[in-house]
Structure formats: structure tokens, C-alpha cells
T-cell receptor, first 113, second 113 residues
Framework: KQEVTQIPAALSVPEGENLVLNCSFT??????LQWFRQDPGKGLTSLLL?????REQTSGRLNASLDKSSGRSTLYIAASQPGDSATYLC????????????FGKGITLSVRP | DGGITQSPKYLFRKEGQNVTLSCEQN?????MYWYRQDPGQGLRLIYY???????QKGDIAEGYSVSREKKESFPLTVTSAQKNPTAFYLC????????????FGPGTRLTVL
């Protein structure tokens, strides 16, 4: 059974710092990996999707990488801002899982002004 | 304005009552999903549907029921058999291919009194 782990559960950084959020998964047979952002009491917003054949995706200050062989993904946030404060979740679609996402528990990020 | 809507935003239920959560999408997506989110537990899949008039159980389907009579709509009923229904419920949709991102609604917070 696929398991997705995100450690630490919470992170606090000063504004302007570059930071890396980690995600690990146990089964490397995946269709894709996605990173989502969730603000308190809100739904999820898709940030980046990496297909299994890709190594990374970029959007603005965000860069996500994927290393299937080691079962790891990282979300890099450049020049963090207080508006980046939110919970970041990663999720994978395992091969043959009929598009069912398996989520990590998320990392709650706080960016201090 | 395309997207996914969920209603109501907040819902209160007395023990022993069934309640139905609404989810509508105008993205022309074939697949729709219901997740439950509890503090510290991440998102767990309740039910999903890949096509009209068909749906499958997710990881925690006991005490829940769904229907998919129209492509745009995927209502979730929380029955009295669900022992701990207080949670945040999220609906999502995606293209049937399963390699596209899932788009989430704003969520419904259900509280059992």
C-alpha cells in the first residue's frame, strides 16, 4: 500500500528565506505527483503536477522536483513571503489506481514578517 | 466562471440524522471524488466516480453513500451509521484520464451536535 510522508509537520521561517519542503513515498510506481496548497478552512489549490516521466516543474517562485527511484519529491519556495503561509500537501497517483490520489498529511508553513 | 461548488459551507447535524452534502462542477470533468479531512490525518478518500451512474468505494466508505445521476453532480450522504461524522468534507473533480490535476471545492464543515 502506498504511503506518503511529509516531515516536519510544521515549519516557521523568516520572510525572504529560500526553503525546501520534503515529500517521500514508499512505492515508486506512480503516474504523477502533485503539490497542493491549503489555506485554513479552505479547499485545496493545485500548485504543481509532475508526470512520472518528468524530473521537475516550475511556476513562478515554486519549483518541484521528482526522484522516483528514491521515492522523493521536494517543493522549493524562493524568497518566501508571509502570503506563502499555508499548509502544503503532496499527493501521488499510484500506477493502476484509477486516478486515486494518496495524500501526505501536509506541512504547515508559517513565514514571519 | 468555471469551478466546483459545495454547499452548505457549514452543516450541523443531530445524532441519528442523515444529511446530504452537495457538490457541483461545471468543468466538464468525468471523474469526481469525496474526501474527508480530520486534524492530523490528512485527506482520506470516501467515494469516487469515473462516469455517470457508476461509483466505487474509497478507503473509508462505511457510513456514507453517493449517487452520480448527472455528470455535473456528485452528492454525498452522511448516514446515521457513520460513527464519527464531524469533519471537513472536500469534493474534487478531474479528467477521466487520471493524469490531470484534481480541482477541489471550498469544502463543507460538518458538526454533529
Amino acid at each position: 500500500k502506498q504511503e506518503v510522508t511529509q516531515i516536519p509537520a510544521a515549519l516557521s521561517v523568516p520572510e525572504g528565506e529560500n526553503l525546501v519542503l520534503n515529500c517521500s513515498f514508499t512505492d515508486s510506481a506512480i503516474y504523477n505527483l502533485q503539490w497542493f496548497r491549503q489555506d485554513p478552512g479552505k479547499g485545496l489549490t493545485s500548485l504543481l503536477l509532475i508526470q512520472s516521466s518528468q524530473r521537475e516543474q516550475t511556476s513562478g517562485r515554486l519549483n518541484a522536483s521528482l526522484d522516483k527511484s528514491s521515492g522523493r519529491s521536494t517543493l522549493y519556495i524562493a524568497a518566501s513571503q508571509p502570503g506563502d503561509s499555508a499548509t502544503y500537501l503532496c499527493a501521488v497517483i499510484p500506477t493502476g489506481a484509477n486516478s486515486k490520489l494518496t495524500f501526505g498529511k501536509g506541512i504547515t508553513l508559517s513565514v514571519r514578517p | 466562471d468555471g469551478g466546483i461548488t459545495q454547499s452548505p459551507k457549514y452543516l450541523f447535524r443531530k445524532e441519528g440524522q442523515n444529511v446530504t452534502l452537495s457538490c457541483e462542477q461545471n468543468l466538464n470533468h468525468d471523474a469526481m471524488y469525496w474526501y474527508r479531512q480530520d486534524p492530523g490525518q490528512g485527506l482520506r478518500l470516501i467515494y469516487y466516480s469515473q462516469i455517470v451512474n457508476d461509483f466505487q468505494k474509497g478507503d473509508i466508505a462505511e457510513g456514507y453513500s453517493v449517487s452520480r445521476e448527472k455528470k455535473e453532480s456528485f452528492p454525498l450522504t452522511v448516514t446515521s451509521a457513520q460513527k464519527n461524522p464531524t469533519a471537513f468534507y472536500l469534493c474534487a473533480s478531474s479528467n477521466l484520464a487520471g493524469t490531470d490535476t484534481q480541482y477541489f471545492g471550498p469544502g463543507t464543515r460538518l458538526t454533529v451536535l
